[in-house]
């Protein structure tokens, strides 16, 4: 409730506020945006820590574990930055930051498919 609330408030001003000075308002979006992620912050730690403990239960090497949450985490950070950019007005500049996103994820993400279709191979009798 208390982000909708923020979130709906700062909409409002933004909204009044822009016809003026449309600078400040494009300030306050981002400034909201960051606030609201703010109060995600102790829910993802949760997940993270709940997703450890998982990992260490069904005896699941870790480094794969971390690696899934950096690709999540590079998900969600260069979602946050094209919304910010597209806000801008820079559409432009907003696809790049996409195709990094997914360039990145996709070199992190090897070392899995690798392990992965190693394993596959292993299941396949000869």
Do not use: W
Not at 23 to 50: P, S, W, Y
Not at 98 to 111: D, F, N, Q
């Amino acid at each position: 409730m208390k982000i909708v609330g923020v979130a709906l408030i700062a909409t409002f001003l933004a909204l009044i506020i822009k016809e003026q000075k449309p600078n400040f308002a494009f300030m306050l979006t981002v400034f909201v945006g960051c606030v609201i992620f703010l109060f995600l912050v102790d829910k993802i730690f949760e997940i993270i820590h709940m997703l450890e403990r998982l990992a260490v239960n069904a005896k699941v090497n870790l480094v794969y574990v971390e690696t899934i949450l950096k690709i999540i985490g590079i998900a969600y950070i260069a979602e946050f930055a094209v919304q910010i950019t597209k806000d801008a007005g820079q559409g432009a500049i907003a696809s790049k930051i996409e195709l990094a996103g997914k360039v990145i994820i996709l070199a992190m993400a090897i070392p899995i498919l690798t392990v992965l279709i190693e394993t596959i191979i292993k299941l396949i009798p000869s």
